[in-house]
């Protein structure tokens, strides 16, 4: 997860004003804080973790702070909560997710109530389910996959994701929906235009994790609507004999045997990503990127002929996002700038050689999610873990907790925006899973159209993984 504080809003009640920072989650707007909420949660983390594993939380003011010093809290808080984000033990406890949920609850000025969601899988099957408004990520999961009959072993086998139907009538993976929200409020918030929904699909990345979901028939049939729809959409690249022999499998209802077939073919259980733009082989190739079997993998076109690049996750050292902005000059000798998200990792191309590579894509986040859940799910192999199972979850009490209500302090009108402003830069790198992540190192770069500045995180997931893997 990467978290960010973009900017803030001054706002006045009466002769008080205060300070509202606004939190953003792998780039989508998920709530809206006040330094005195904030310093309650680092001193229910320092009760519970203890002072010692906690970063600078900065001092209270007793005066009015200038611009200048209310830019260097946003910074400090912004350093705070990526710090503790990329922690193990808080990133996962019930403190920091109830936090988070009751933070979207409160800004977005909702009462929790009984409400109709529907979900969707990739053929367009609606699954129509009663939750509370406020439920939490999984609970609207387990609620889906009761709904439909999946077995409880295989619950967690499967995601939610936020899906948007793009102007060519194509559907875009915007995101997977996240432990510390709620659905149904971060569908409302970004459904103004009525062209998003919510999708089951697996996941996870590892393709031999089907051998367990292939002998119930429920779940069966979810990877085969799944593996129909990518080859649908030439996710699935397939030759013509082999599309014929998929069509007679389809016509004869043979699932089973669809997918055996479908298993074989190429980029199966992989995800692909709209075409952008990448510096590799060279500055400005035009590129299709999809994620899967541990891997990126390029599709680039260069002298009229297709060439394919696989970069595989256990030699990517780290990654970062960042936003650049380039100057352009127009015909009429003005200029412009674009603000583009970039997604840049460094590559042990040989054993003594590693080298950056970029990709400029509105989809940045969403790669870079990706990148940690594949890097998540290969050192939970490796560890011997298997999927959690929904009797191993404990359920959050949603009307009890550390937190008192925030909604007195944020009752002026709020705007839940789901796009990031881009003003300032973003970053991403994978959490460690080992240890508390260590201080992130700043560094500067000249990019194209002045200055950007960048935060680097080491990936410490990487230290148990020895040569075989490369």
Not at 34 to 59: A, C, I, M, N, V
Not at 264 to 283: I, S
Not at 291 to 297: R, S, T, V, Y
């Amino acid at each position: 997860m990467h978290f960010s504080i973009p900017d803030t809003e001054e706002v006045k009640e009466g002769s008080v004003s205060f300070t509202i920072y606004n939190i953003y989650i792998n780039g989508v707007f998920h709530c809206k804080a006040r330094y005195k909420q904030l310093r309650q949660f680092h001193d229910e983390l320092r009760k519970e973790f203890g002072s010692l594993t906690l970063p600078e939380f900065p001092k209270k003011k007793l005066l009015a702070l200038s611009p200048a010093e209310i830019e260097q809290r946003r910074a400090t808080l912004e350093r705070y909560i990526q710090l503790v984000s990329q922690d193990p033990q808080i990133g996962n406890s019930s403190l920091f997710n109830n936090f988070l949920l009751t933070a979207q609850q409160e800004s977005q000025t909702e009462e929790a109530e009984r409400v109709t969601l529907d979900a969707f899988l990739m053929n367009g099957h609606k699954i129509t389910v009663n939750i509370m408004s406020t439920d939490q990520t999984e609970d609207v999961l387990e609620a889906v996959a009761q709904q439909i009959e999946i077995p409880d072993d295989f619950v967690h086998y499967f995601g939610l994701y936020l899906v948007k139907k793009e102007d060519d009538g194509d559907n875009s993976i915007v995101r997977r929906f996240q432990e510390f929200e709620s659905p149904y409020l971060s569908l409302k918030a970004a459904n103004k235009d009525g062209v998003h929904r919510i999708v089951l699909r697996k996941g996870y990345w590892d393709s031999s994790y089907d051998d367990d979901l292939l002998e119930n028939k429920v779940t069966m049939n979810l990877l085969y609507v799944q593996a129909n729809n990518d080859i649908e959409r030439q996710w699935i690249l397939a030759t013509k004999d082999q599309l014929n022999h998929l069509s007679n499998l389809k016509k004869k209802g043979s699932k089973r045997e669809f997918l055996r077939l479908a298993r074989t073919l190429k980029y199966y259980g992989y995800m692909q990503f709209k075409p952008c733009v990448t510096d590799y082989p060279q500055p400005n190739t035009r590129v299709i990127v999809c994620a899967g079997q541990k891997e990126l993998n390029f599709r680039v076109n260069i002298d009229g002929q297709v060439k394919e690049g696989s970069f595989k996750i256990t030699r990517m050292r780290c990654w970062r996002i960042t936003n650049v902005q380039n100057t352009d000059v127009n015909a009429n000798s003005s200029t412009s700038v674009k603000s583009q998200l970039e997604l840049s990792f460094e590559y042990l191309m040989s054993r003594d050689s590693l080298q950056w590579i970029s990709i400029t894509t509105d989809q940045a986040m969403l790669i870079s999610m990706c990148l940690q859940n594949m890097v998540d799910e290969l050192i939970m192999k490796k560890q011997g873990k298997k999927f959690k199972k929904s009797t191993d979850r404990l359920k959050l009490n949603k009307n009890s907790g550390p937190f008192k209500p925030i909604s007195r302090e944020l009752s002026y009108g709020v705007d839940k925006t789901s796009q990031e402003p881009t003003r300032k830069p973003v970053i991403a790198a994978p959490e460690d899973q080992s240890a508390i992540t260590k201080a992130m190192d700043s560094v500067k770069k000249m990019g194209k159209g002045g200055p950007k500045q960048e935060t680097l995180t080491e990936n410490d997931a990487f230290e148990g993984i020895g040569d075989e893997d490369l």
